[in-house]
């Protein structure tokens, strides 16, 4: 993020005011800071949900303008703190992502078990084949964290070099935080990760700590 300022349509308020961030390559950053500073909207500039009023978003060099908006979010992706809850089988949870033809259940399966999902299919009536959510009669509702851990096998299964996550162990007591930290290293190894957090343990993890104050 190079000199960004940012206000959202409709508004006055700058929420990212001369902002300079820099994550190098293959390292885990964690940004830190109160509510309202603009944590967030440093994803929905790195995703092109906006662009900046001044300054620029780059990838190695490269405003994010220059690439199209299908390339760009093949880079990234993203795991907000409440991830979508999609009314399908586990396995299609989990290959959502597939981008070079239909998936095989073996890389389901590792997908799964890197996150720690496959502890959920194995509860399921259905197993892999159990539809999740309450929308159809046969579906299955998930906690919080469950539907975080589905979120995270996703990304596995994406393997897209920047990784964002937001607020990703909200909803975890201090075991499965522990647990969950020791999955996501392995996830973010050789890859770029931002993990935008309140909770120092979480925070703890990365290779280098940003704290936001006031944009």
Known sequence: FRNVSFHYPGTDRLVLRNFDLHIPCGRVAAILGPNGVG????????CRFYDPDEGSVEID????????????????????QEPV???????????????????????????AKAAGADRIARRLSEGYQSILGRWFDAGHELSVGEWQCIALARAYFRKSPILVLDEPTSALDPWAEADWLNRFRRLAAGRTAIVITHRFSTAMAADRIYVMSEG
């Open 39 to 46: 944590k967030s909207t440093l994803i929905k500039l790195l």
């Open 61 to 80: 060099g490269h405003c994010l303008k220059e690439y199209s908006l299908v390339e760009l979010r093949q880079f990234v992706s993203v795991l907000f």
């Open 85 to 111: 809850h999609y009314s399908a089988t586990l396995s299609e949870n989990v290959a959502l992502a597939a981008r070079n033809g239909p998936p095989s259940d073996a890389q389901i399966y590792a997908a």
